[in-house]
């Protein structure tokens, strides 16, 4: 299932990711998880997918509280492109403020990591969200996996400019022209190449500046090695590891090694 020919965001980070097939695409070094360009894309669309299945519709907001880079960039896209909006939210936040931005944005959908799982929970029963889904097996959750065994449906076909992608707090939205307008100011310094393997060291937080990092070092064919929340100590190791030419500081900027 090959995203459509769109300016969308989908299509600017995965446009290219077929033809690249088992290239390696995303480490993410304290989940233990790595993807292909080919797989990546594979997960995102059939997850998509399994959630229009499921009866996601068009514009409907859905809250991603995550713990790592990776998982992020799993959920976020594949909400993007079943035609959702995502809505970033920090996992340190406590459940009270969960729930309160969760109504906020009218949520009716939360995707998780396990490890927020309970407290997930207990922010959808304070707010409208009816379904938890955890990217890992968690109690009273539904599977991210399960979504991938669902029968492939098509993919809406979107309007980058009027589509919203993402909803922050205090409810500024960006639409899918926005997020790649982003991707490509954070490209001006650097001028990512497939030759390049990016690190982010950071984790996840409310706003769209990891999402666009992601989105770009992706689009451009690099790895992207997710590291938030490890010791700096083994940040070194990283970069010598996987050769990794470029580095982002926690406002998503980002600059050359060496």
Request: charged share 20%.
């Amino acid at each position: 299932m090959k995203p459509s020919a769109s300016s969308t965001v989908i299509h600017e980070v995965f446009g290219r990711a077929y033809e690249r097939g088992d290239r390696p695409a995303l480490v993410d070094v304290g989940a233990g998880l790595a993807y292909g360009y080919r797989a990546l894309v594979t997960e995102v669309t059939r997850a998509a997918s399994g959630l229009v299945r499921r009866g996601a519709r068009r514009d409907q907001v859905v809250g991603v509280q995550v713990s790592t880079a990776g998982a992020q960039t799993l959920a976020v896209h594949t909400v993007l492109a079943a035609g959702g909006v995502a809505a970033p939210i920090d996992p340190a936040l406590p459940v009270r403020e969960v729930a309160a931005l969760l109504r906020e944005c009218d949520a009716r959908t939360l995707v998780v990591t396990p490890d927020l799982a309970e407290s997930a929970a207990l922010a959808a029963d304070e707010s409208r969200v009816r379904q938890v889904i955890s990217l890992g097996t968690a109690l009273d959750a539904l599977d991210f996996g399960d979504l991938l065994a669902l029968e492939p449906t098509a993919l809406p076909v979107l309007d980058p400019k009027r589509q919203d992608a993402l909803v922050l707090a205090g409810g500024h939205r960006l639409a899918h022209a926005d997020l790649v307008g982003l991707m490509e100011e954070l490209d001006l310094p650097v001028r990512l190449s497939e030759s390049d393997a990016v690190l982010v060291a950071w984790p996840p937080d409310g706003g769209c500046g990891l999402v666009a990092l992601v989105g770009l070092a992706v689009s451009r064919g690099a790895l992207l090695v997710c590291a938030g929340g490890l010791d700096a100590a083994r940040l070194p190791g990283l970069v010598r590891e996987f050769g990794v030419t470029a580095v982002s500081d926690r406002a998503g900027a980002l600059e050359r090694l060496g």
